[in-house]
């Protein structure tokens, strides 16, 4: 069992559509979380970054981490063809305990 | 502030030749990594360095693998000798010394094909 699991999708939604992206974990340990946003031929950017469990929102973005079911989500509102990407869940025990990716979700916004 | 710099960003090379990749992190920032990310995969860390020593080098496959970072700033990688399954992006990352795990910055990256 891969610690970090994340469909890959591709995901196809319409414009202004609500987008879901979820990861589950198998490492307790894990306690920050992150989301990275990919382009095609370019290097991941971080688009929210949370320590522990809770929600954090960052304009039309949402993060969610529900650490007794192991799980965190990323939700888009009013989703944009510009939004069309890789999304990579991302983990960590914290301090300089390497940093786990999933395997990414491919989204394409259709406009 | 200028961003992670890498070279070359592509390279197409014969299996058992050699390749060797350059990273130059953001001013800076103490702590270096190298990622693999074969297709259709997330990014796997190979190595990490802070200022120019090792932390963790546990998924470096040594035996044709090596890196090092001089004088704490730039990086170079490489692959001696190359095998079609490393056939992937390498990216490099930086990230400051008190930075958490979601400070990192990650170049462009090279994409390598072994052929």
């Known amino acids: 069992q891969k610690e970090v699991e994340q469909d890959p999708g591709p995901l196809s939604v319409p414009e202004g559509a609500i987008v879901s992206l979820n990861c589950t974990y198998s490492?307790?340990?894990?306690?920050?979380f992150m989301w990275y946003r990919q382009y095609s031929r370019k290097g991941p950017e971080l688009l929210m970054y949370?320590?522990?469990?809770g929600n954090k929102e960052d304009g039309r973005f949402t993060a969610q981490v529900d650490k007794s079911s192991k799980y965190i989500s990323l939700f888009i509102r009013d989703s944009q063809p510009s939004d069309s990407a890789t999304y990579l869940c991302a983990m960590s025990g914290g301090g300089y305990q390497k940093v786990t990716f999933g395997t990414g979700t491919k989204l394409q916004v259709i406009p | 502030e200028a961003g992670v710099a890498q070279s070359p960003r592509y390279k197409i090379i014969e299996k058992r030749q050699s390749v060797a990749f350059w990273c130059n992190p953001i001013s800076g920032h103490a702590t270096l990594y190298w990622y693999q990310q074969i297709l259709g995969q997330g990014p796997k860390l190979l190595i990490q360095?802070?200022?120019?020593?090792?932390?963790?080098d546990s998924q470096l496959p040594k035996d044709r693998f090596s890196a090092e970072r001089l004088k704490g700033v730039d990086s170079t990688l490489k692959i001696q000798p190359a095998k079609l399954e490393d056939s992937a992006v390498y990216l490099c990352a930086s990230s400051p010394l008190a930075g958490g795990p979601g400070t990192q910055y990650f170049g462009p990256g090279t994409r390598l094909t072994v052929l």
């Open positions: 490492n307790s340990a894990f306690q920050y």
């Open positions: 360095f802070q200022n120019n020593g090792v932390v963790d």
């Open positions: 949370t320590y522990s469990s």
